[in-house]
């Protein structure tokens, strides 16, 4: 479930970062002021386990599909949250480095998704109440299975909200949550299970490895984070949800959250805009069309109060230049790619 | 995922360490440039496809300029895009105003938007490829910091990606050896936990060893990255330049511009 940049829109992209980042502060402070001095190799080395770990599958038996270590959970479990946490949004920003699974600015809402859910929600306030500090047992079994899957389905559920609120995709807010949420039940016991596993193997085999039992700290310092936590996304949640009900008191509409973007940055774009329309007028290279831009955005972003049909208000001979103009244009960013690359292979490169 | 895809990271690294004019700007400014560029295409209304396609010049300057291979780049957003793709594939389904008609053909808004999602997605996830090939992963942890996010996160990510090929490297001989044994019956539930806790256990006891041999170098919390590259005028230029370009495709419709002057402005 990890969000694409092409699903995000600037304003949630740019608030999750802003949340993750918090959050990465606070737990690099967090970490660095634990005793744990060889918690920096192991966490690193932690990170590139989950990676591997993430391409063995086991099958499922009568399903004929597989499953795989999530990640979130044994981390919490192995490290304790904080530590959890920026080995978990580690681990993501390399995927999207490296893999482009997940996308650049869709990567706040990854490392919330994926990391703040496990870490802050489900392993202190359901794992550790569950499992009292146990490991192998039916009780230990019960909790990885329950953390993970409340862990997962909070996450899938912020995707939605997530993706409803950039407004780029036309999927109605229910039907994504009524996608979203079975299959990730599914997932979540499939990564519940996989995690008990694990543990219990290590708690047989070498129960030194693992945190002993009264995990490190009390309950009050890690329920701060997490209300902290809350309390930033609530505001952050809210201050996106309160802004669009006001335009679109039917609820579920928000999702024209399209809006999102343009209201702040096609106001400043219309000021240079009209600055800049006389000027262009006279330079008459391009006659006129800088004008026509003016109105297509305006009539974009008027639809805010009218229906939200009211974008098809676009000229056939527009939607005609435009074609035409952007099959030129990519065939010239083509040309230059091939010119500029002929260009780098005849200049001999300094000391290669 | 699967193991043959470390190569790819490899050689991702391998590129960034290519002497071209691309590769010599400092991180710092390809990085955020790079940002940018992903903002200002993600900021364009749903419908919008033209006015985006003179953003495709960054990436391919990038990939062009840097000698990248473009089949490298296309390969891996290929593989990124299911999950981009079975989003954006609802948009036709949901949305079916017609918004043009070329000839007998209706298009409609979703079909547009799903175009424009489709075509965000290759910008964005190219421009980001095309950032990591050419910086690499050393100097983007270096900008990074320099760029004042968190040592302890930054340390943390260049430890992951040291170690990336080292457990991913163990996690393969493990598994071709469990697969040699069963008769390629697929892994079970039982023998997965054992499998993977042993590999657990062995990366932990790495980590031990890792740790020992810092300490005893003298190694204080902190990861010193050389710093390779300074800021110099061509960077002021490079940056100041791209966001020019990205401001000035962001504001007109740069695409029906040329289209209008070829056409003849019949519109």
Same mark, same amino acid.
């Given at each position: 479930?990890?969000?694409?940049?092409?699903?995000?829109?600037?304003?949630?992209?740019?608030?999750?970062?802003?949340?993750?980042?918090? *959050?990465?502060?606070?737990?690099?402070?967090?970490?660095?002021?634990?005793?744990?001095?060889? *918690?920096?190799?192991?966490?690193?080395?932690?990170?590139?386990?989950?990676?591997?770990?993430?391409?063995?599958?086991?099958?499922?038996?009568?399903?004929?599909?597989?499953?795989?270590?999530?990640?979130?959970?044994?981390?919490?479990?192995?490290?304790?949250?904080?530590?959890?946490?920026?080995?978990?949004?580690?681990?993501?920003?390399?995927?999207?480095?490296?893999?482009?699974?997940?996308?650049?600015?869709?990567?706040?809402?990854?490392?919330?998704?994926?990391?703040?859910?496990?870490?802050?929600?489900?392993?202190?306030?359901?794992?550790?109440?569950?499992?009292?500090?146990?490991?192998?047992?039916?009780?230990?079994?019960?909790?990885?299975?329950?953390?993970?899957?409340?862990?997962?389905?909070?996450?899938?559920?912020?995707?939605?909200?997530?993706?409803?609120?950039?407004?780029?995709? %036309?999927?109605?807010?229910?039907?994504?949550?009524?996608?979203?949420?079975?299959?990730?039940?599914?997932?979540?016991?499939?990564?519940?299970?996989?995690?008990?596993?694990?543990?219990?193997?290590?708690?047989?085999?070498?129960?030194?490895? *693992?945190?002993?039992?009264?995990?490190?700290?009390?309950?009050?310092?890690?329920?701060?984070?997490? *209300?902290?936590?809350?309390?930033?996304?609530?505001?952050?949640?809210?201050?996106?949800?309160?802004?669009?009900?006001?335009?679109?008191?039917?609820?579920? %509409?928000?999702?024209?959250?399209?809006? +999102?973007?343009? %209201?702040?940055?096609?106001?400043?774009?219309?000021?240079?805009?009209?600055?800049?329309?006389?000027?262009?007028?006279?330079?008459?290279?391009?006659?006129?069309?800088?004008?026509?831009?003016?109105?297509?955005? +305006?009539?974009?972003?008027?639809?805010?109060?009218?229906?939200?049909?009211?974008?098809?208000?676009?000229?056939?001979?527009? +939607?005609?230049?435009?074609?035409?103009?952007?099959?030129?244009?990519?065939?010239?960013?083509?040309?230059?790619?091939?010119?500029?690359?002929?260009?780098?292979?005849?200049?001999?490169?300094?000391?290669? | 995922?699967?193991?043959?895809?470390?190569?790819?990271?490899?050689?991702?690294?391998?590129?960034?360490?290519? !002497?071209?004019?691309?590769?010599?700007?400092?991180?710092?400014?390809?990085?955020?440039?790079?940002?940018?560029?992903?903002?200002?295409?993600?900021?364009?209304?749903?419908?919008?496809?033209?006015?985006?396609?003179?953003?495709?010049?960054?990436?391919?300057?990038?990939?062009?300029?840097?000698?990248?291979?473009?089949?490298?780049?296309?390969?891996?957003?290929?593989?990124?895009?299911?999950?981009?793709?079975?989003?954006?594939?609802?948009?036709?389904?949901?949305?079916?105003?017609?918004?043009?008609?070329?000839?007998?053909?209706?298009?409609?808004?979703?079909?547009?938007?799903?175009?424009?999602?489709?075509?965000?997605?290759?910008?964005?996830?190219? !421009?980001?490829?095309?950032?990591?090939?050419?910086?690499?992963?050393?100097?983007?942890?270096?900008?990074?910091?320099?760029?004042?996010?968190?040592?302890?996160?930054?340390?943390?990510?260049?430890?992951?990606?040291?170690?990336?090929?080292?457990?991913?490297?163990?996690?393969?001989?493990?598994?071709?050896?469990?697969?040699?044994?069963?008769?390629?019956?697929?892994?079970?539930?039982?023998?997965?936990?054992?499998?993977?806790?042993?590999?657990?256990?062995?990366?932990?006891?790495?980590?031990?060893?890792?740790?020992?041999?810092?300490? !005893?170098?003298?190694?204080?919390?902190?990861?010193?990255?050389?710093?390779?590259?300074?800021?110099?005028?061509?960077?002021?230029?490079?940056?100041?330049?791209?966001?020019?370009?990205?401001?000035?495709?962001?504001?007109?419709?740069?695409?029906?511009?040329?289209?209008?002057?070829?056409?003849?402005?019949?519109?």
């Amino acid at each position: 479930m990890h969000m694409a940049d092409a699903l995000v829109s600037p304003a949630v992209g740019g608030t999750l970062w802003a949340v993750a980042g918090g *959050l990465i502060a606070f737990c690099g402070r967090k970490v660095r002021r634990s005793l744990r001095d060889n *918690l920096v190799p192991l966490m690193g080395v932690l990170g590139a386990f989950i990676f591997a770990a993430q391409m063995i599958n086991f099958s499922i038996p009568g399903t004929g599909s597989s499953g795989h270590l999530g990640g979130g959970l044994i981390l919490s479990v192995l490290l304790g949250p904080y530590a959890a946490f920026l080995v978990i949004a580690s681990v993501l920003t390399v995927q999207a480095l490296f893999f482009a699974d997940g996308g650049l600015l869709a990567l706040g809402c990854n490392i919330f998704n994926l990391g703040f859910f496990p870490a802050f929600i489900a392993y202190p306030l359901l794992y550790r109440t569950i499992a009292k500090g146990q490991y192998g047992t039916p009780r230990a079994w019960v909790a990885a299975t329950v953390a993970a899957v409340v862990g997962l389905q909070l996450g899938a559920f912020s995707v939605v909200l997530e993706t409803t609120a950039s407004g780029i995709s %036309e999927l109605p807010f229910a039907t994504f949550v009524l996608m979203m949420l079975p299959i990730h039940l599914a997932i979540g016991v499939v990564e519940g299970l996989a995690t008990a596993a694990v543990v219990s193997f290590v708690a047989q085999a070498r129960p030194e490895a *693992l945190p002993a039992a009264p995990a490190p700290a009390g309950a009050a310092a890690t329920l701060r984070p997490v *209300l902290i936590g809350l309390a930033i996304a609530a505001v952050a949640v809210g201050g996106v949800a309160s802004w669009f009900a006001a335009t679109h008191p039917d609820g579920l %509409e928000w999702a024209m959250a399209k809006v +999102s973007g343009k %209201e702040e940055l096609a106001a400043p774009a219309a000021g240079i805009h009209q600055s800049l329309a006389s000027l262009q007028a006279k330079t008459a290279l391009l006659p006129d069309y800088g004008f026509k831009g003016a109105e297509a955005e +305006s009539a974009a972003a008027a639809p805010a109060a009218a229906e939200p049909k009211a974008w098809p208000a676009v000229s056939a001979g527009k +939607s005609v230049a435009g074609i035409v103009g952007g099959v030129m244009t990519l065939a010239l960013a083509c040309l230059a790619g091939l010119a500029l690359k002929a260009h780098s292979q005849r200049r001999p490169s300094g000391n290669n | 995922m699967k193991f043959a895809d470390w190569t790819g990271i490899g050689r991702m690294d391998e590129m960034a360490r290519l !002497a071209s004019p691309v590769q010599r700007l400092d991180a710092r400014g390809k990085a955020v440039v790079t940002l940018a560029f992903i903002v200002a295409v993600m900021s364009f209304p749903r419908h919008e496809v033209s006015a985006l396609t003179p953003f495709l010049l960054y990436p391919i300057a990038l990939i062009s300029l840097g000698r990248i291979p473009l089949w490298f780049i296309v390969k891996k957003t290929i593989v990124a895009a299911p999950f981009a793709l079975a989003i954006a594939i609802f948009n036709p389904i949901i949305d079916r105003a017609p918004l043009a008609s070329v000839g007998p053909l209706v298009v409609t808004g979703g079909w547009v938007s799903f175009a424009s999602i489709m075509f965000r997605f290759v910008l964005t996830v190219g !421009a980001a490829l095309a950032l990591v090939a050419c910086t690499g992963m050393n100097r983007l942890g270096a900008a990074m910091e320099q760029l004042g996010i968190p040592r302890a996160f930054v340390v943390q990510l260049l430890f992951l990606y040291r170690y990336l090929f080292v457990i991913s490297d163990h996690a393969g001989k493990m598994t071709r050896s469990a697969e040699l044994r069963s008769g390629g019956r697929p892994l079970g539930f039982r023998l997965y936990g054992s499998m993977i806790g042993h590999l657990l256990l062995r990366s932990m006891a790495r980590a031990e060893r890792v740790h020992r041999a810092m300490v !005893a170098r003298g190694f204080d919390g902190r990861i010193r990255v050389l710093r390779q590259t300074r800021f110099q005028w061509r960077d002021a230029l490079f940056i100041c330049g791209c966001l020019a370009l990205f401001a000035a495709a962001r504001v007109w419709n740069l695409a029906a511009g040329l289209g209008q002057l070829l056409a003849g402005g019949a519109s």
